[in-house]
């Protein structure tokens, strides 16, 4: 049982060795197919320079204090961004956003508005995961940094100057 045990291991190992050597063609009976290396994404064609521009909606998640309520879904909010990419993996983002918060119609009256501003490293998920091998439109870019807000109120006797963090993903589809 040994000696049949150590032929299957050894033919196993020898077989293993042989079909991880390269072959640079297959022959057939009448014809000769040329194996080729799978294409690679030439990283000299890509833009290093891109602006973005978002719109969409906000949610205050706190109550304001005196029973005051924000709107569940308010529909005011808008940024400005612009990023740099060193290479096709990593860059950096600068942009500036705004936001306006308004009290729900059953809820004493306010309004409130921020300003925020900050620069964030991008990490381009889809190049670092080799997305490329399965799709050639959908992207996916994380970003995080810090950042600067201020906070104005009608009911605040001063504006509210902070400092924040920020993170997110950011899908993307190519049109061309």
């Known amino acids: ?27 057939g009976q009448e014809e000769v197919v040329e ?5 690679q994404y030439k990283a000299a064609n890509y833009n290093h320079w891109s602006v973005e521009a978002n719109v969409g909606g906000n949610n205050a998640i706190y109550n304001w204090g005196n029973s005051a309520d924000s709107k569940f879904l308010s529909p005011w909010h808008a940024d400005l961004g612009v990023r740099y990419m060193f290479n096709t993996k990593f860059g950096l983002k600068a942009d500036a956003g705004y936001d306006h918060i308004k009290n729900k ?5 306010f309004e409130s508005q921020q300003w925020r501003f900050s620069l964030q490293g991008i990490f381009n998920v889809a190049r670092i995961l080799s997305f490329e091998d399965w799709t050639k439109s959908l992207g ?26 920020m993170a997110g993903l950011t899908g993307q589809y190519k049109l061309s």
């Open 1 to 27: 049982m040994k000696k049949v045990f150590l032929l299957i291991a050894i033919f196993g190992v020898a077989g293993y060795g042989y079909s991880q050597e390269a072959q640079d063609s297959v022959t």
């Open 35 to 39: 194996m080729k290396a799978p294409t």
């Open 105 to 109: 119609d059953d809820s004493p009256e």
């Open 140 to 165: 996916l870019l994380l970003h995080v940094g810090p950042g600067y807000a201020i906070f104005q109120n009608d009911n605040l006797p001063e504006d509210d100057n902070m400092f924040n963090v």
